[in-house]
């Protein structure tokens, strides 16, 4: 299957930790995404990364939260000193380079972070 | 409020009726993405037609698209027990906002056997 792969599916953390949320995109996309989503609502845009570059970041807290998609391996989402009210599912999303307007977005299952 | 809005929020039918979702926006788009999640998974794109079109067919689908009014409508016909999930409108913005997908709050469909 060479659909979007996250992983961990569910990731538990105590407050003041990190958490680390990994992304494979799609075989032969470069576009990566990154979405939020709270119990009973629809998704909300984070970031938007091309390899080794952000392009748009409006959607992420200014604080705590940060993304990278290096040259080589997966896109990371990284919350530091994570607090109750991030818990929520995360999920990422991948088109082409070519023609990424117009494309469909493909999304992965998600990562389910919860915070005790 | 956001981007796209879906109503109603859930929508209870029997098997074998039609099911009707509509969204509205707020600002010009790319294109308008419908999108299906069911419970405890990732959105599973559903269609997309172009700022350009009027309507699209996908077997059961049929989506419109209204850009004076800033809405679309999601048509699922002869429904199946296997529909049941949330329906999520999406939208692409133009210029550099092109990429991002908006999403709306949802409908929540039930298809009762």
């Known amino acids: 299957n060479a659909g979007v792969m996250q992983n961990p599916r569910h990731l538990v953390r105590r407050r003041g930790q990190e958490a680390r949320l990994r992304c494979s995109p799609m075989k032969g996309h470069s576009h990566v995404y990154w979405y939020r989503q709270l119990p009973e609502e629809g998704l909300k845009f984070m970031v938007y990364l091309q390899k080794e570059n952000i392009i748009d970041e409006s959607g992420m807290p200014k604080e705590r939260f940060s993304a990278e998609f290096p040259k080589e391996g997966p896109s990371i989402l990284r919350i530091q000193q994570v607090v109750r009210g991030d818990s929520a599912a995360y999920f990422c999303?991948?088109?082409?380079?070519?023609?990424?307007?117009?494309?469909?977005?493909?999304f992965g299952d998600g990562t389910r972070l919860s915070i005790l | 409020s956001q981007q796209g809005e879906e109503d109603p929020q859930a929508l209870s039918i029997q098997e074998g009726e039609n099911a009707t979702m509509n969204c509205s926006y707020k600002t010009s788009i790319n294109n308008l993405q419908w999108y299906r999640q069911n419970s405890g998974r990732g959105l599973v794109h559903l269609i997309l037609i172009r700022s350009n079109e009027r309507e699209k067919h996908s077997g059961r689908l049929r989506v419109t698209l209204d850009t004076s009014k800033k809405s679309s409508s999601l048509l699922i016909t002869a429904s199946r027990a296997a529909d049941t999930a949330s329906y999520f409108c999406a939208t692409a913005g133009g210029g550099n906002a092109g990429n991002m997908l908006t999403f709306g709050g949802g409908t929540r469909l039930m298809v009762k056997p």
């Open positions: 999303a991948s088109s082409p380079r070519a023609g990424a307007f117009n494309q469909p977005q493909h």
